[in-house]
């Protein structure tokens, strides 16, 4: 624990500690005190003042030293994106993304380059990831036809240098994507 931090039992199964600018909530997660911490954590947060990250449930010691870097890696996410909660096991490509930005930048540079300016093609991908691919889903949502979510695929791999049908393509997409919205959020461009 922490110089200065204060450990405060909330209810059977939950503990609060206390310190400078963050608290963190423990629980063991299972049955009433999960209830109970979901219920106090709704009545004693204001709206949009907080943001929280939410690690996932794990096991032994070790599993709850990495269920705290969960929700850290979680809460770092909500305030980037300005969210007020972010559960890591619906967010973590986001918070890997967010973690090893530095690292993937210069992977995903050419992408997030095309794609900063050119918001028509990010909701074609976008379309295109959520349709795992199918032209013909990604028309349908899009009001397209197929061939033209084709022909602006094409158009992203000539400018990008990323070929989307393939699989590190759509990684890459992936990356490029939440960078972008990590870059909206905190309104600067990496």
Known sequence: ?????????????????????????????AGEASASWQAMIGENTPRGLVHLGIGLARCGLAGARQSLADAESAYRVAVALGKSVVYYGDHWLSCLILQHRAQLEPLVAPAVKVLRH??????TLEAFLAADGNLTATGKALFVHPNTVGYRL????????????????????QVALV????????????
């Open 1 to 29: 624990m922490s110089p200065g931090a204060r450990p405060v039992a909330v209810d059977p199964g939950v503990v609060v500690v206390e310190q400078a600018g963050q608290s963190v909530m423990i629980s063991n997660a």
């Open 118 to 123: 050119d918001p028509e093609l990010c909701r």
């Open 154 to 173: 094409k158009q992203f791999a000539q400018r990008a240098g990323v070929e989307p049908r393939s699989t590190s393509g759509v990684g890459l997409i």
């Open 179 to 190: 960078s972008l919205q990590l870059d909206a959020a905190s309104g600067t461009q990496s």
